[in-house]
């Protein structure tokens, strides 16, 4: 369980509050000035705005309008997609960053403690251990932007994807540590910088703060250099990145925003059935499903690789009745196995959640555009009173998903009985007028 130390932290803010302003003045134009007044939190390159690379990445800048107006505070970005994000709104207070830091963090991990005691979050279960990896900072939606702080069992994982958040790392690392007691961890971190190419140089991008020792990395990582986590009281391995430290990944093996839907999912398959996994990934799906009681699960999934780690998985669980023989793996494309069925062939449920661009066979997969047409594939193959989960994770995509799959259903001729919101967990807040800080979109619904 997470629990706040609130002494701690009134240790590390000493003495009445620093209020810090910019001393430098970022002037952007009336469209950029326009946007950050609905609330989205990123700073756009445009002609009529401040060239950004005149301060160093980091850098605290007041934003003006052209008409003088106070936008607030933003840390610069520098050359690139986006030049800054927002620090702090119009009228806000701000202290120093290292007290403000470690004051977001608190609110930040305050959240998640509530999370901590229930639901599929719970860190313990009857005194064994339940769920010990979950999202801690979730970038902007916790206010530090261009950070994202993962539990993983005994370790911390702090990924950097803005050069913005590169200063902010040191004082986020302690202030997590210091804020939280932390049973059973996590004592270690990693640092996994997720930057533009430019920026990496030739050094390590993905390592530790500070060395474990051997005894340490012996008990904790296997062979592949993995380390156990668990899930809903599952075992489950994710990749730190350490075995290629100069090729940083955001993910790990195990999508932890989907927690909350792969609990949802075991609920459902605790009457049995057939569940069908397509874009299987490691399989993190397919081992709640077994361990709810689905009579037979298929995860399909084009990857040899992940195949062989969802088998692993299969194994960790063994004891906690997962049962191998009520598993089949397919090494298959996931947008044409539906097709190589039987007619007649269907299932109790369906699992959903390809990736936005992938390169298979001779033609490229676009969410964009092959999407509807797999679900309604998918929806035809669904037995009645069956379950689909579609999830879309193309942060840039118009429309509600909802009506994708609406229009999917009338085209595979099935009525939907129920339609239910399938997003991230609560540890992935959303953010309002910020559709890039999902995690991804879901939609659950069952035929009639």
Request: charged share 25%.
């Amino acid at each position: 369980m997470v629990l706040i130390g609130l002494g701690m932290l009134g240790a590390m803010v000493t003495g009445k509050p620093r209020v810090d302003r910019a001393d430098r003045v970022y002037r952007v134009s009336r469209a950029t000035a326009r946007v950050l007044g609905q609330g989205h939190p990123w700073i756009l390159p445009d002609d009529e705005s401040d060239d950004p690379s005149a301060w160093p990445p980091g850098s605290r800048v007041e934003v003006v309008g052209p008409d003088g107006s106070e936008l607030g505070l933003a840390r610069v970005e520098g050359p690139g997609p986006i030049a800054a994000r927002i620090w702090a709104r119009p009228g806000t207070e701000v202290l120093d960053d290292r007290a403000e830091v470690a004051a977001r963090v608190s609110r930040a991990l305050a959240h998640r403690r509530g999370l901590a005691r229930r639901g599929s979050a719970r860190l313990e279960v009857d005194g064994r251990r339940h769920t010990d990896a979950l999202r801690l900072i979730h970038g902007e939606a916790d206010g530090l932007p261009g950070l994202q702080v993962d539990r993983l069992g005994p370790v911390l994982r702090v990924l950097v994807s803005g050069r913005s958040g590169v200063s902010l790392v040191e004082s986020v690392v302690e202030a997590v540590r210091g804020a939280a007691d932390w049973p059973g961890g996590p004592g270690e971190v990693v640092e996994v910088h997720h930057l533009p190419a430019a920026d990496r140089g030739q050094g390590p991008r993905v390592a530790w703060r500070s060395p474990p020792t051997q005894d340490w990395l012996a008990k904790n990582l296997d062979e592949r250099g993995r380390l156990g986590v668990h899930e809903a009281g599952l075992r489950f391995r994710v990749d730190l990145g350490l075995a290629d430290p100069r090729r940083p990944r955001p993910g790990t093996g195990l999508f932890l925003d989907q927690r909350e839907n792969r609990a949802c999912l075991a609920e459902l398959a605790g009457a049995g059935g057939d569940w069908l996994n397509l874009f299987a990934h490691t399989g993190a799906f397919s081992v709640g499903l077994l361990a709810a009681g689905a009579q037979r699960v298929v995860s399909v999934d084009l990857s040899g690789a992940y195949l062989a780690w969802l088998g692993d998985h299969l194994a960790l669980n063994a004891d906690l009745g997962v049962d191998p023989g009520r598993h089949v793996s397919v090494r298959h494309d996931g947008r044409r196995y539906l097709a190589t069925l039987p007619k007649r062939e269907g299932f109790d449920g369906i699992v959903l959640d390809p990736p936005t661009a992938a390169a298979a066979g001779r033609r490229f997969w676009s969410v964009q555009r092959d999407l509807e047409p797999l679900v309604v594939e998918a929806l035809g193959r669904l037995r009645p009173g069956g379950w689909l989960l579609v999830c879309r994770n193309w942060r840039r995509a118009r429309g509600s998903l909802a009506d994708l799959v609406g229009r999917a259903a009338g085209r595979a001729g099935v009525r939907l009985t129920d339609v239910e919101d399938a997003g991230p967990g609560p540890d992935f807040p959303r953010r309002k007028a910020f559709p890039e800080g999902d995690a991804f979109r879901g939609v659950r619904v069952r035929i009639g």
